[in-house]
């Protein structure tokens, strides 16, 4: 038999084997990364306990409650809005793992758009996970995509109009952070968002954190967006953070950009609504070669450059922007934000103990706070 | 007799900042309250002085886009400056529309001689040319002005200030505002 | 829906086979391969 007769056979036979091997990779991505809620843990729920039909859906995820002894107001915090923004997720899992409420109650969603977390974002070449070393061993988190898995939602449409009205691009129709207030039987991104809006509501929150990233050439970076509901609470965070020694810009959410979550958060429940931005190079379009090492390291010699061509919103050195600080820069933010509702709304505080001192988290490294695998 | 001069230098050096501090109130305060906040440039710093001005207890009314006709019932006009073409694009305005509103914002306030408190509480992140074309035409309306210290590392508000001989307190963190704003208002 | 994207995908890797076992040479069906891994991966729905 010649070359020519067999080569069909043998090459049909090695595409069954790189699918085998690349499809077992591709399925581990949906595969839930591990979380080890501290003692002050008091329910861990799931997404589709506060909209059932969510329940089986790669949309649903879980939702950590921490209910203190005392009385207090809500607080949601969320991570994972958008799954290639790690900064948000881990230092919601550093709360989860860690804190414990005296007054009040936290929620914590570490994985807002799960389904986002199952793939990566297409011809980026971004790693599709990046581990954090404690003391006892690597943990090992996923790196998603900015929107939700084509797989669970196909097709994107032409021109998307989210639940506000608002026309945005096809893609859009899959990004968590547009579809609020989301819709009972929208698109699986849209359901999820409406799950979040009915927790909101359920548990009376007040204030909700949602933890992002941008990329350093983007504007709105190291900022606390707010919706206006919020921003006398912004205001006294901005300026208790800035005497810290962390430099936060306050941008006001536009009452005309609708889908956000500092946005219809405000404006569908009437709460406390900000978004924190911490600056990441790992999605950055300026950015050199993806590695797990650029999103945990944070170093990259084009943004260097870049830094000294003014053309970034942020300084960026040979050191870069580890995930350490981005993350401590967030645990500032949150209990900035916690002392600042204390303040302003003194019956609805939430007390939060244990909550990691940015400080130590830069000194000691984002590991010492996080549990140790298995 | 070397320690006892010291410790009469230092005796007289307490005395005078004590005698200062007493002296303080003497001088009658620049502004009166309620006093009604608005921006020049649509920033978010609006929201920072109206904070500043809860916690200096000072009665504030926040008001992005104020009219001539909204001074009614204020004793004090606080401008914030700072712009930011995001929060112009929120507002429906344009620069050219900005300034105009403030404008005549001023000449109301000129109108019943209602004094201007000008604040530039975002530092150098909010300098830039819209901020700097507002602060060269609206500061020299100002009674007085606060500013955080990193906005004027170029020391433009110190020139025009000085050109003008209008009072300037430069504060390091938008946090230390606070004092300088409850003494302008006898606080 | 599914079952739309389903059809079409199954439709156009059952092209890329055949064309994989029609074509001589050997260049031209490495690549028809390297274009049928991505339609079985989302054939059955893992990318």
New interface residues.
């Given amino acids: 038999m010649s070359i020519r007769r067999t080569s069909p056979f043998i090459l049909s036979a090695l595409t069954l084997v790189v699918c085998f091997f690349s499809g077992r990779e591709f399925l581990a991505m949906r595969a839930a990364d591990e979380i080890r809620p501290g003692p002050g843990l008091t329910a861990a729920r799931r997404l589709s306990d506060y909209f059932p039909p969510l329940k089986g859906t790669p949309g649903d995820t879980p939702v950590y409650v921490f209910q203190g002894p005392a009385a207090g107001g809500s607080v949601l915090v969320v991570g994972g809005t958008h799954p290639n923004e790690p900064a948000g997720t881990i230092a919601a899992v550093v709360l989860a793992e860690n804190i414990r409420t005296a007054k009040g109650k936290v929620l914590i969603i570490p994985w807002a758009n799960a389904s986002g977390f199952t793939h990566s974002d297409p011809q980026e070449a971004s790693p599709q996970r990046y581990e954090i070393s404690t003391p006892g061993g690597r943990r090992s988190f996923r790196l998603g995509a900015r929107v939700t898995n084509p797989v669970h939602q196909w097709p994107d449409p032409t021109i998307y109009v989210n639940p506000g009205g608002q026309k945005l691009a096809g893609i859009e129709s899959r990004n968590l952070n547009r579809a609020y207030p989301g819709k009972p039987d929208g698109s699986l991104t849209e359901r999820v968002a409406f799950a979040i809006m009915a927790l909101i509501k359920a548990e009376g929150v007040v204030l909700g954190i949602d933890l992002h990233e941008s990329a350093p050439e983007y504007p709105v970076i190291n900022a606390i967006v707010f919706h206006e509901n919020g921003a006398d609470l912004a205001a006294t965070a901005q300026m208790s953070l800035q005497a810290e020694g962390y430099d936060f810009r306050l941008e006001a959410s536009p009452p005309n950009l609708r889908g956000l979550s500092h946005r219809e958060w405000g404006d569908a429940a009437g709460i406390m609504a900000v978004l924190l931005e911490t600056a990441n190079a790992s999605h950055g379009r300026l950015k050199g070669r993806p590695s797990a090492a650029l999103v945990v390291d944070g170093q990259d010699k084009f943004y260097e450059k870049a830094a000294k061509l003014g053309r970034l919103f942020v300084p960026f050195g040979p050191a870069g922007i580890p995930l350490d600080e981005r993350v401590a820069r967030h645990l500032a933010g949150v209990s900035a934000l916690l002392e600042a509702l204390a303040e302003i709304a003194p019956a609805k505080a939430v007390s939060v103990e244990n909550i990691p001192a940015a400080p130590a988290v830069l000194t000691q490294g984002l590991g010492a706070f996080l549990r140790p695998p298995d | 007799m070397k320690k006892t001069g010291v410790l009469v230098i230092l005796a007289g050096l307490l005395a005078g900042v004590a005698a200062g501090g007493q002296a303080a109130p003497a001088v009658p305060p620049a502004f009166e309250t309620p006093l009604l906040l608005t921006s020049a440039g649509q920033?978010?710093?609006v929201?920072?002085a109206?904070?500043?001005a809860?916690?200096g207890g000072l009665p504030a009314t926040?008001a992005k886009a104020a009219e001539g006709k909204d001074l009614a019932g204020y004793k004090t006009l606080v401008l914030v400056l700072g712009a930011?073409m995001?929060?112009l694009?929120?507002a429906g305005l344009d620069t050219a529309k900005e300034k105009n509103r403030v404008r005549a914002l001023l000449a109301a306030a000129k109108s019943l001689s209602m004094p201007v408190l000008c604040l530039h509480l975002?530092?150098e992140?909010r300098r830039g040319e819209l901020t700097d074309e507002m602060i060269k035409e609206f500061l020299p309306s100002a009674r007085m002005a606060i500013v955080v210290a990193s906005g004027d590392k170029d020391g433009l508000f110190a020139r025009i200030c000085r050109e003008k001989a209008i009072p300037l307190k430069v504060v390091e963190?938008?946090?230390d505002a606070v004092e300088p704003l409850k003494a302008a208002f006898g606080k | 829906m599914r079952l739309v994207y389903h059809l079409i995908v199954l439709a156009l890797a059952a092209h890329t086979a055949w064309y994989l076992f029609r074509e001589k040479d050997f260049w031209k069906q490495a690549g028809a391969a390297l274009v049928l891994i991505l339609f079985l991966l989302r054939l059955v729905l893992v990318k």
Avoid: F
Wanted: no cysteine; aromatic share 0%.
């Fill in positions: 920033s978010a710093d929201s920072l109206a904070t500043l809860r916690r926040l930011s995001k929060g694009g929120a975002g530092g992140q963190k938008t946090l």
